[in-house]
T-cell receptor, first 118, second 109 residues
């Protein structure tokens, strides 16, 4: 069983809809991540938060808006998406990646949200 | 050159075979290394961390060669259930995690 929980597991939305993905981790980690994985493609890092502070935005379009209210919760707000945004969206957590002592800490992934934009 | 590179495969092997994957990294100051396994349409799961002296977990052995800047994963006595994509992950000196594109393994009866 994963210590990182994502909801919903599946989401179908139209291009004019607004929806949010939710992620919660119960591992006591301080860093949380959003990744996107399109079919048959490698993982693409979207956002990183360390101690609730956004430390990386990997040139993600503004139609994706992250929110990290505390170290245990992470949201991805979606609006006016395009069909090419259909993908598996994965949340992950780890120890604070800026701390050298945490460098051996691996990522723990949630089950992902499979998003389809129609 | 990509920071982390893997042969995408697919590697098609019979049950019981031994198979090895390599992963090269370009940043000599990389700090830590991991192998993940990803099944089709599922999330990646940590298979094992890779330690400097090499480490083994059952049928799986991971090695690190800092001089040549690669890590390897050896799977002995392959099972059908080993079929998956194996992801190499490297943490660079800035703490950032870099994923390889994955190597696909298919174990056949």
């Amino acid at each position: 069983e994963t210590g990182v929980t994502q909801t919903p597991r599946h989401l179908v939305m139209g291009m004019t809809n607004k929806k949010s993905l939710k992620c919660e981790q119960h591992l006591g980690h301080n860093a949380m991540y959003w990744y996107k994985q399109s079919a048959k493609k490698p993982l693409e890092l979207m956002f990183v938060y360390n101690f609730k502070e956004q430390t990386e935005n990997n040139s993600v379009p503004s139609r994706f808006s992250p929110e990290c209210p505390n170290s245990s919760h992470l949201f991805l707000h979606l609006h006016t998406l395009q069909p090419e945004d259909s993908a598996l969206y994965l949340c992950a957590s780890s120890q604070d990646e800026r701390t050298v002592s945490s460098y051996n800490s691996p990522l723990h992934f949630g089950n992902g949200t499979r998003l389809t934009v129609t | 050159r990509k920071e982390v590179e893997q042969d995408p495969g697919p590697f098609n092997v019979p049950e019981g075979a031994t198979v090895a994957f390599n992963c090269t990294y370009s940043n000599s100051a990389s700090q830590s290394f991991f192998w993940y396994r990803q099944d089709c349409r599922k999330e990646p799961k940590l298979l094992m961390s890779v330690y400097s002296s090499g480490n083994e977990d059952g049928r799986f052995t991971a090695q690190l060669n800092r001089a040549s800047q690669y890590i390897s994963l050896l799977i002995r006595d392959s099972k059908l259930s080993d079929s998956a994509t194996y992801l190499c992950v490297v943490r660079n000196q800035g703490g950032k995690l870099i994923f390889g594109q994955g190597t696909e393994l298919s174990v056949k009866p």
